[in-house]
Nanobody, 125 residues
Framework: QVQLVESGGGLVQAGGSLRLSCAAS????????MGWYRQAPGKQREMVSIITSGGRTTYADSVKGRFTLSRDNTKNTAHLQMNSLKPEDTGVYYCNAVVLVGSSWALRKGPYNYWGQGTQVTVSS
């Protein structure tokens, strides 16, 4: 019912920047939460940053001051600006959205949790 499409990953040198984007589509009534998680090889998936529909953000301690998450509620998109990247930021980044779905507010269901397919971010030293 909801699809998340990510873009913007790639290879960058330490100290560089990347901007990840996530676009949600489908039978969306409201996206309660939108954000990014990452998974490094051999490690568990971890939260990077999340943002509420009201624009309130939460960041992992490891990215505070370097990453900025924003969203456009009219377009159902979220963007993660990543600056001063470090090799330890390497991993697959997944967009996540917690969504109310349906054809109308009266017929809404959820919220349900959705994931994107992931985009690779590699930071070389």
């Amino acid at each position: 019912q909801v699809q998340l499409v990510e873009s913007g990953g790639g290879l960058v040198q330490a100290g560089g920047s990347l901007r990840l984007s996530c676009a949600a589509s489908g039978s969306i009534i409201n996206i309660n939460l939108m954000g990014w998680y990452r998974q490094a090889p051999g490690k568990q998936r971890e939260m990077v940053s999340i943002i509420t529909s009201g624009g309130r953000t939460t960041y992992a301690d490891s990215v505070k001051g370097r990453f900025t998450l924003s969203r456009d509620n009219t377009k159902n998109t979220a963007h993660l600006q990543m600056n001063s990247l470090k090799p330890e930021d390497t991993g697959v980044y997944y967009c996540n959205a917690v969504v109310l779905v349906g054809s109308s507010w009266a017929l809404r269901k959820g919220p349900y949790n959705y994931w994107g397919q992931g985009t690779q971010v590699t930071v070389s030293s």
